[in-house]
């Protein structure tokens, strides 16, 4: 892996960037993935898709090109509860290469993200025991112009905590299925160089609202950074 990633909450994902310039070199990276996100939570809230995830995929597939792309569901059974980063530890594809093994160092981190950054999850506003959709997302940019994400999706009336990727859920908690897809993606130069001014255009000022420091992993030890920091 990388010996140093800087780590950013970009809405409602997490976004590891390579180097100490990270923000920089990746801008790209870091732009189509807030810009996917507004787009397919205002789709879904005003009814125009059905399912997020694809909709922010819509997105995505505009200007990335991806090489690998996975689709899996699962029920908890009775067991003890078990947290969201425990359900896909065993079931990363192609973990056994050299990216792979990178995003599978990366994953333990999210454990340890600070928790006072409530935009990790996309969680909703009401925190009550209501039905709730919890959307998890994570992205190792390997590169500035290639990426390794995973999705979690779930249904759950436990009140959540702050990092709900290392909260402990038992099966009572989730209603219906789990919902985990996996997938790795190279920008297309191409297709991106002509709407990138476009992109700038259409985010304004949304990057600096929807953008925060979490901390920065040196050398596989991850360090928070002070609370919401903005960069």
């Given at each position: 892996?990388?010996?140093?990633?800087?780590?950013?909450?970009?809405?409602?994902?997490?976004?590891?960037?390579p180097g100490a310039n990270g923000l920089v070199?990746?801008?790209?990276?870091?732009?189509?993935c807030l810009l996917a996100h507004l787009?397919?939570?205002?789709n879904v809230r005003m009814k125009l898709a059905v399912d997020w995830y694809d909709a922010y995929l819509r997105v995505v597939d505009d200007f990335w090109i991806r090489s690998l792309k996975t689709?899996?569901?699962f029920s908890l059974?009775?067991?003890?509860?078990?947290?969201?980063?425990?359900?896909?530890?065993?079931?990363?594809v192609n973990s056994n290469d050299r990216p792979?093994?990178?995003?599978?160092?990366?994953?333990?981190?999210?454990?340890?993200?600070?928790?006072?950054?409530?935009?990790?999850?996309?969680l909703p506003e009401n925190t009550s025991p209501a039905l709730q959709e919890v959307r998890l997302l994570a992205i190792l940019a390997l590169t500035p112009t290639s990426i390794i994400s995973l999705y979690i999706g779930f249904q759950t009336r436990q009140v959540l905590n702050a990092n709900p990727w290392s909260q402990v859920f038992r099966g009572e908690d989730?209603?219906?299925?789990?919902?985990?897809?996996?997938?790795r993606a190279n920008l297309s130069e191409c297709l991106y160089a002509q709407a990138r001014e476009a992109v700038d255009l259409k985010l304004g000022?949304?990057?600096?609202?929807?953008?925060?420091r979490l901390g920065e992993i040196v050398n596989g030890v991850y360090t928070p950074f002070a609370m919401g920091g903005r960069s």
């Open positions: 892996m990388e010996q140093h990633y800087m780590v950013y909450a970009v809405r409602g994902a997490v976004v590891a960037l070199t990746c801008s790209d990276v870091v732009k189509w787009v397919a939570s205002k689709q899996q569901y059974g009775p067991q003890n509860g078990t947290s969201p980063l425990e359900w896909v530890a065993g079931m990363m792979g093994q990178d995003f599978a160092a990366f994953l333990p981190h999210l454990a340890h993200l600070n928790d006072s950054v409530g935009a990790i999850g996309e989730v209603v219906g299925v789990v919902c985990v897809r996996q997938a000022d949304k990057l600096s609202d929807n953008l925060s």
